[in-house]
C-alpha cells in the first residue's frame, strides 16, 4: 500500500466559490463580493481597476454560488457517500467579523460553521479549514488600504483567535492564508490591494505579504496555544517552472520563478526570509518592513505542513518575446510544446506534479498536503441525465498516480489530497460557472440561471472506488 492509513481523500472548496447567501445572517461586504462575471474582472481582481461596490448592470456569480449557505447538508451527504475523510472549506471573514474591526463576531456566523463542522463530524469528515481564502472586509480595506497597513494584522489574528477557539475539538486541521504567493498576481483579491496611480507597486505588495506572514505566524503560535493537536499549515500555489530551453539564462529565469513563489514558504515553513529574497527586494527599490520581534516570531512559529495547489507546470524564457504565453492559474507561462491544455489553455503535466512534489518535500522535508488538483472542464448532460466525465477522470487518475510515485517510489511524507472544486463551483479566475472542477454537478450557468439542483457525474464513482481502495484502484 502506497499511501498510509487515515490518508486524508477529499475535496475542496471556498465560501466565496460556493456559499451565496452573501447577505445573509448578517454577513458583510467583501472584496470577492465585488468581483464580476465578464471583462473587469482581472483588472479588479489585479487592483488595477478600482471599485468600492458593486456596480449596477454588472452580474456578480458569487452573490449566490451554488448556495451551499443552503444546502450544505445535502452536499457534505454526498461527500460522504464519496467516502470523504476530509472537507476543505474555507470561512467568510465578513460572516464572523461583517466589517472585520467589531470586538464581538457574530454568533450567526460561527453558527453556520459549527453546523457545517458537526455535520462532516457525523460522517467522520475531518474539517480541513483555510481561514483566509481570498477574502477581506471591505470595510477594512477602506480604511487601511487592505493589507499594507499593519492594522490588518490585529484584525486577522483576532478573526483567527475566534475560530480556534469556538472550534476547539471540532477542527484540527487549518490553513493560514490561501495560496500565499497570490498576492504578486493578484492583489486585490489576495491582500486586498488597490493601486494609486504612481504607487510603488511592488512595495505594497511586499508590505502586504509581511504582514500576511507576520500574521500567519501570529495565528500559529496561538492555534498551538489554544489547542496543541491543532495542525497549522502553509499554502502555494505551486507548479514548478520549467526553463525553456537549456540554455543557461533559460535555466536561471526558471530558477528565479520558482523562488520568487517559495520565498513565501520559505518564511513559513523555515522560519526566515531567505538571503536571496532580501537581496532581490532591495534590487527592486522596495523593503520588508520588519519590526521588532518580527524575525523572532516568524523564527519561532513555523508551520505543521506544507499545502499546497498544483494544476500545471509552467515554462520560463529568459526572453520575453520567445515563445507564446499562456495561462496558468493566474501565473503567465510560456507554451510547453510537450503538453497538451485544457480548455482554458492550462497545460497538463501529471509528472510535473511529481517533480513539484519532490521539490517541495526536498526544499522543506515537512508533511506535504495537496489541497488543490483538478480539471476544469465544460459538461454536458446526456439525455438520459448522464454526465459522462471520462476526461476529468482520465485527469485525475494520472494525477493521482503521480501522486503515488512521489510516495512510493521516492519517499515522500504525503497526508493527503483534495480535488479542487469537488461540489462545481464560481471559478476564481472567470467568474464562471461553466469551468467545472465537481464530481457533483450544480445546475446553474454563467449568468446565474438553473435550477440549482446536484446531479453526480462518472467521476463521483469513480472517486468513490479510488478513495475505498486507498488510491489503489485508479
Ligand atoms: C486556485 C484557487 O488558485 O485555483 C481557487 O485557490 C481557484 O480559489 C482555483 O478556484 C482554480 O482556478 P479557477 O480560475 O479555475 O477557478
Known amino acids: 500500500m502506497s499511501f498510509k492509513e487515515g490518508f486524508l481523500w ?215 496555544e489554544i489547542d496543541p493537536e491543532n495542525r497549522i499549515g502553509c499554502m502555494l500555489a505551486a507548479g514548478t ?64 505542513f506544507i499545502s499546497f495547489s498544483y494544476y500545471s507546470s509552467r515554462v520560463s524564457s529568459a526572453d520575453p518575446k520567445n515563445g507564446q504565453q499562456t495561462e496558468s492559474n493566474i501565473f503567465a507561462s510560456v507554451i510547453n510544446p510537450f503538453l497538451e491544455s485544457s480548455e482554458w489553455g492550462w497545460q497538463i503535466d501529471p509528472l510535473g506534479f511529481r517533480i513539484t512534489i519532490n521539490e517541495l518535500y526536498d526544499r522543506y522535508q515537512k508533511p506535504l498536503f495537496v489541497v488543490e488538483n483538478g480539471l476544469g472542464a465544460k459538461d454536458t448532460i446526456a439525455s438520459n441525465g448522464a454526465i459522462q466525465d471520462d476526461y476529468r477522470i482520465d485527469y485525475l487518475r494520472k494525477h493521482i498516480q503521480a501522486m503515488k510515485d512521489a510516495v512510493e517510489k521516492d519517499g515522500v511524507d504525503l497526508i493527503g489530497y483534495t480535488t479542487w472544486g469537488c461540489i462545481d463551483l464560481i471559478s476564481n479566475g472567470t467568474g464562471e460557472m461553466e469551468k467545472r472542477y465537481g464530481f457533483i454537478y450544480v445546475d446553474r450557468d454563467n449568468l446565474g440561471n438553473g435550477t440549482l439542483k446536484r446531479i453526480k457525474k462518472k467521476s463521483f464513482y469513480w472517486y468513490k472506488d479510488v478513495i475505498a481502495s486507498n488510491g489503489e484502484i485508479l
Open 10 to 224: 477529499g475535496g475542496a472548496t471556498a465560501a466565496n466559490q460556493v456559499e451565496g447567501g452573501v447577505a445573509e445572517d448578517g454577513r458583510g461586504l467583501a472584496n470577492v463580493d465585488l468581483m464580476p462575471h465578464g471583462k473587469d474582472r482581472y483588472s479588479i481582481g489585479t487592483g488595477k481597476k478600482i471599485v468600492h461596490a458593486c456596480e449596477e448592470g454588472a452580474y456578480y456569480p458569487s452573490h449566490q454560488a451554488v448556495d451551499f449557505y443552503h444546502n450544505y447538508v445535502q452536499d457534505i451527504a454526498l461527500m460522504a457517500e464519496m467516502g470523504f475523510r476530509t472537507f476543505r472549506l474555507s470561512i467568510a471573514w465578513t460572516r464572523i467579523f461583517p466589517n472585520g474591526d467589531e470586538e464581538q463576531p457574530n454568533e450567526a456566523g460561527l453558527k453556520f460553521y459549527e453546523n457545517i463542522f458537526k455535520e462532516c463530524k457525523k460522517h467522520d469528515i475531518e474539517p480541513l479549514v483555510t481561514i483566509c481564502h481570498f477574502d477581506c472586509p471591505m470595510h477594512l480595506i477602506e480604511k487601511f488600504g487592505g493589507w499594507r497597513d499593519r492594522k490588518m494584522i490585529e484584525q486577522y489574528v483576532k478573526l483567527a483567535r475566534t475560530l480556534f477557539t469556538r472550534y476547539k475539538g471540532l477542527v484540527k486541521y487549518w490553513i493560514t492564508f490561501n495560496e500565499i504567493n497570490m498576492i504578486l498576481h493578484f492583489p486585490f483579491v489576495a491582500a486586498g490591494l488597490r493601486f494609486n496611480q504612481n504607487e510603488n507597486e511592488y512595495q505594497a505588495m511586499i508590505t502586504a505579504a509581511h504582514h500576511e506572514l507576520v500574521a500567519s505566524a501570529l495565528a500559529t503560535r496561538i492555534g498551538h
Open 241 to 304: 517552472y520549467y526553463p525553456q530551453t537549456c540554455r543557461p539564462e533559460d535555466y536561471w529565469k526558471a530558477l528565479c520563478d520558482n523562488r520568487e513563489s517559495y520565498m513565501f514558504i520559505d518564511v513559513q515553513s523555515k522560519g526566515a526570509y531567505p538571503s536571496y529574497a532580501l537581496k532581490w527586494i532591495e534590487q527592486n527599490h522596495a523593503h520588508v518592513p520588519f519590526e521588532k520581534g518580527d524575525k523572532e516570531l516568524l523564527q519561532d512559529n513555523t508551520v505543521d
